[in-house]
């Protein structure tokens, strides 16, 4: 698969497209946490690549990869700390001509503050259509929606093909009635949950992250990863869910028990791309189950024999 995929017509000039900022806030962790490790967003690179397919321009304001290293305490919190940028930095960097924010909030732990966040930015951008995702959102969505009531919509689950639609509901001026994946409050305050969770079924089509210039570069030199260190970390996905439902996991509410898997060829090439954009030594797998299939990892590692590629990978 190309880098921007063949998932439709990329569309520029005189069709014009909102402005999309994504917002991820800071690491939340007690004071003395060793154990919170800061880590690029492959999410937002998979939703960047799949809106520029589209047309979209992105921004992102990652506050943990714009602020490593970076640690300040919560002082409405006594005993916490935050690492990343600061609630005004992050307000300040958003680009002024955003109007729609995606917002992701992973950690359960970490919702007062993210929701402290997301009050600051609505502040800031009242106009702007505020869209949450990620896996609290997914797990806890009804209860985000009233929790954090500066929310306009929650996208559950896999959020490429969702967001693109909020966002296309968002520019002809269509409501999120008819969108499977998202949820909201509507104007009575009634929870509203349109067709329920949906998964995206061919992830071969899905064009592959979009990594921002420089930003990989910034963990790497401050020796940040995912894993196994080593001095160019590439951080991968070659599948989607999980096939099981542990009772202490929120994979059954995020991604259902749904479990796909890429072809290794196109995984193959995808590393080939990053050996030669960006000389990596080594490939993180972020996947929740990643070798689930024996054949498949017996493939994967033939073929990378045979391509003569030498690096380490790692996974969960």
């Known amino acids: 698969m190309q880098v921007l995929g063949k998932i439709g017509t990329r569309m520029d000039g005189g069709d014009q497209r909102p402005h999309i900022t994504l917002v991820r806030g800071p690491i939340v962790s007690t004071s003395r946490s060793i154990n919170n490790e800061a880590t690029p967003s492959i999410a937002f690179a998979y939703l960047t690549a799949y809106l520029k397919a589209y047309g979209y321009p992105v921004s992102w304001v990652d506050a943990i990869g714009h602020g490593l290293n970076r640690y300040w305490p919560l002082a409405d919190y006594p005993g916490y ?34 929701r402290d966040l997301l009050r600051r930015i609505r502040a800031a951008f009242p106009k702007a259509l505020i869209v949450a995702g990620g ?41 999120f009635n008819d969108i499977a994946g998202t949820a909201f409050l509507d104007g009575s305050g009634h929870y509203v949950e349109p067709n329920g969770l949906t998964r995206i079924k061919d992830i071969d089509n899905l064009p592959w992250p979009y990594w921002p210039d420089g930003y990989l570069e910034g963990f790497w030199a401050r020796g940040k990863s995912y894993g196994v260190l080593s001095e160019r970390d590439m951080p991968m996905m ?79």
Request: glycine residues 6%; negative net charge.
């Open 81 to 114: 700390q935050c690492q990343g940028l600061t609630f005004e930095e992050i307000v300040a960097a958003i680009p002024p001509q955003t109007q729609i924010i995606g917002f992701s909030a992973m950690f359960s732990g970490e919702w007062p503050i993210q």
């Open 135 to 175: 896996e609290h959102i997914t797990a806890l969505t009804e209860f985000s929606l009233r929790e954090a009531e500066v929310i306009d919509v929650c996208v559950r689950g896999e959020g490429e093909h969702t967001f693109f639609e909020v966002a296309e509901a968002y520019r002809t001026g269509k409501g």
């Open 238 to 316: 070659i599948s989607r869910g999980c096939p099981y439902k542990c009772t202490f996991c929120s994979n059954p509410h995020m991604w259902t028990n749904r479990y796909t898997l890429r072809e290794v060829d196109d995984v193959i090439a995808e590393i080939k791309h990053y050996l030669d954009r960006f000389r990596i030594t080594a490939v993180q797998l972020y996947d929740l189950t990643a070798i689930a299939k024996r054949s498949w990892a017996v493939e994967f590692c033939s073929k990378l024999v045979e391509a003569g590629i030498r690096l380490n990978w790692s996974l969960p």
